[in-house]
């Protein structure tokens, strides 16, 4: 009996540990690790998503992974093998299309991928037989695809522009397309390139914010201001309130991008209004033929110069107290309410109105005369306590000597 | 030669009796400078008045901004009188935020940040949550006064 139940213990352990092998028989991965090159798709998968939530190389490119001749794989009804370049977006869509079945993995994952997909330029020309048009792989890599959250993955925003680039800043590559290749070189240096990728701000836009990820095409002529309003919201809601809308309609211009431009877009100077060499708004509006713009644009120039020159002096004045080693925390934090009327200022220009722009920026003018004021005094304060020490010194000295001596005095005497 | 040594001397004595005096001066002047409180309130606060319930009822959108030691805060009036106290300073560039009652969000117009009323950051650039402190009005005085600690 005894023998009997030590038979039964191993045929139970044995069965237990072969069951992984009865489980899952990958010969896929086996065999092609065997003759891939390093980089190939059996060492990449490890690192993809759909083989962390259990799919196999079967799951997708068919066959039966549990015969070891390659020509019997090939052979079986369900392989599909290597799709078509052109083929690709279909065939991931035939899950991520699928609702039901992408629910079992995540039930909030969206499934729009593909109808969006054959709405962007890469779709439509993919529909056309384009084979060089992206496809879903040509973004998020293939056989080590990471959601767009994972900081390794080709989609995660900081190495978006990059995976971007690889085709759109390559000229031979887009050659047939006619289209610029500069934009990724303008982007690193624009303010939001610089923001996102030296800064390491994710709130900063990579190209998928501006153009659409699956649906990605060029912001259409009316929809700029929608595009850059999704961040840049007050500016966007002033300029649709303003003349500006309807004169740039009709004259076939873009909205923000006729002076902010688009990929290189730097950190706006106040330059940029006015009527001076730089401004862009003399472009348009010249004293003879359109006085009352002109005259505008002069307006607010002034205006915002003005607050600029006050809020630096008010600025330099704080800053030599603290250098001085006096306290100025309260004044520090008044330069952040003349800072705030400065940036409200600038970003009202946007109306294009003065009666809007004139009392924010009288309000930062007082607020930074005031600061000012308070610093000049605080200063005036540390020379006072400078000659109150210097003269107790002398004081203090003499007191000594004087001491000294009476001391000698009474020694004499 | 006697007459000048008592001039001499007696100037000595006016000087150091001149001497005592203004050293007591320079003692006693501190002291008193300690006695009277400093025009600058102490950095390390833990609670300050934000402003009185009355003004924030009147306020336009019913929020008021309030100094918290080095920082700026934000009192916020809810529906059924409720009060919510929060650091003001968008946690993306420093831009200061604002209570939007039509959306019911604290909001920060640089770049469209939004946060929920508990502070969360739900949409926009902000990277982490606003600080939420405590509030506590006081009817008698009608004051608001805010905390960083336990409720006060």
């Not at chain 1, 973004?139 to 995660?156: D, E, G, L, N, W």
């Not at chain 1, 030599?320 to 306290?327: D, F, L, N, R, V």
């Not at chain 2, 969360?120 to 650039?125: F, S």
Request: charged fraction near 25%; proline fraction near 5%; hydrophobic fraction near 35%.
């Amino acid at each position: 009996m005894r023998y009997l139940y030590k038979l039964l213990a191993v045929l139970v352990m044995s069965a237990v540990f072969s069951l992984p092998s009865l489980a899952v028989e990958n010969n896929c991965q086996s065999c092609h690790a065997d003759w891939e090159d390093e980089g190939g798709p059996a060492s990449m998968w490890d690192g993809d998503i759909h083989k962390e939530v259990g799919l196999t190389c079967a799951d997708c490119h068919g066959g039966d992974p549990t015969l070891e001749d390659m020509d019997e794989v090939r052979q079986g009804r369900s392989y599909v093998g290597v799709p078509k370049t052109v083929a690709i977006p279909n065939f991931c869509g035939r899950c991520h299309s699928d609702p039901s079945y992408m629910k079992k993995f995540n039930p909030s994952v969206a499934t729009d991928q593909l109808d969006k997909y054959w709405t962007s330029i890469h779709g439509q020309l993919n529909e056309q037989g384009d084979a060089q048009a992206a496809t879903c792989v040509s973004c998020h890599s293939v056989h080590s695809i990471q959601p767009a959250k994972i900081p390794s993955s080709s989609v995660y925003p900081m190495n978006l522009p990059g995976t971007c680039a690889e085709c759109h800043a390559n000229p031979i590559y887009m050659k047939p397309y006619d289209i610029p290749t500069d934009q990724y070189d303008k982007f690193v240096g624009s303010v939001h390139g610089r923001q996102l990728l030296e800064e390491e701000d994710l709130g900063a836009p990579a190209c998928n914010d501006c153009h659409g990820n699956h649906g990605a095409a060029p912001p259409g002529l009316d929809n700029i201001s929608a595009v850059c309003g999704t961040c840049h919201a007050r500016q966007a809601m002033l300029f649709a309130e303003s003349p500006h809308k309807e004169a740039y309609a009709k004259a076939k211009l873009p909205q923000c991008e006729t002076c902010h431009s688009n990929h290189d877009i730097i950190q706006p100077i106040d330059e940029m209004v006015g009527v001076g060499e730089k401004a862009f708004c003399a472009r348009c509006h010249d004293a003879d033929s359109d006085s009352k713009g002109f005259e505008t644009a002069a307006a607010i120039s002034d205006l915002l110069d003005s607050l600029v020159r006050i809020e630096r002096m008010a600025e330099a004045t704080i800053d030599e107290a603290e250098i001085k080693g006096m306290s100025v925390d309260n004044e520090r934090f008044a330069l952040k309410d003349v800072r705030s009327a400065l940036v409200e200022s600038r970003t009202l220009i946007h109306s294009f109105d003065l009666e809007k722009v004139k009392p924010e920026a009288e309000k930062g003018m007082q607020l930074a005369a005031a600061t000012h004021l308070r610093g000049l005094d605080i200063i005036e304060d540390y020379y006072f306590r400078r000659k109150g020490l210097a003269i107790s010194t002398i004081i203090i000295t003499l007191l000594a000597i004087v001491i000294w001596i009476k001391i000698k005095r009474f020694d004499n005497s | 030669m006697e007459k000048s040594s008592i001039k001499r001397r007696s100037f000595l004595n006016w000087f150091l009796g001149g001497g005592v005096i203004a050293w007591l001066g320079t003692v006693s002047y501190p002291v008193f400078k300690f006695m009277k409180p400093p025009e600058i309130p102490e950095a390390d606060q833990s609670q300050v008045t934000a402003c009185t319930f009355a003004e924030l009822k009147a306020s336009e959108n019913k929020y008021k901004t309030f100094k918290f030691g080095r920082k700026l805060g934000i009192v916020v009036l809810l529906e059924g009188d409720q009060l919510r106290a929060y650091e003001a300073t968008c946690t993306h560039l420093d831009c200061t935020v604002q209570y939007r009652p039509d959306l019911n969000i604290l909001w920060c117009a640089c770049h469209n940040g939004k946060y929920d009323m508990t502070g969360r950051n739900i949409a926009g650039p902000p990277p982490r949550p606003l600080e939420q402190w405590q509030t506590h009005h006081d009817e008698a005085t009608d004051n608001i006064y805010v905390s960083k600690g336990e409720e006060v």
